[in-house]
Nanobody
Framework: QVQLVESGGGMVQAGGSLRLSCAAS????????TGWFRQAPGKDREFVVA????????FSADSVKGRFILSRDIVKNTMYLQMNSLKPEDTAVYYC?????????????????WGQGIQVTVSS
């Protein structure tokens, strides 16, 4: 199975940018659909953005559309989440996810492999 490890989290002021990394090992991300979820304090885990296996189609939540960009580096076997114009409501634990199925899913059940999560805190 593929293992996922997030990095790059931390604290940033509102309006700033941050890039999360998710290093994969054991399997090539090119054979998985990949994406990110997040869980804010006191809230359910929610879908953020995802890309299909071929990398040809991306889908993002309305709350992050135009601000967050998902990308993958095949050579490094790493996926990234570039977060721009961050808002306090973006504060959450962010999880990178992967799944061998085709297409994408906005549901937690649609993703088999999960990272441990990494904290992102956006201050006012």
């Amino acid at each position: 199975q593929v293992q996922l490890v997030e990095s790059g989290g931390g604290m940033v002021q509102a309006g700033g940018s941050l890039r999360l990394s998710c290093a994969a090992s054991g399997r090539a991300l090119s054979n998985y659909r990949t994406g990110w979820f997040r869980q804010a304090p006191g809230k359910d885990r929610e879908f953020v953005v995802a890309i299909n296996r071929s990398g040809g189609s991306t889908f993002s939540a309305d709350s992050v559309k135009g601000r967050f960009i998902l990308s993958r580096d095949i050579v490094k076997n790493t996926m990234y989440l570039q977060m721009n114009s961050l808002k306090p409501e973006d504060t959450a634990v962010y999880y990178c996810v992967a799944d061998q199925r085709f297409g994408v899913s906005r549901l937690q059940a649609g993703w088999e492999y999960w990272g441990q999560g990494i904290q992102v805190t956006v201050s006012s």
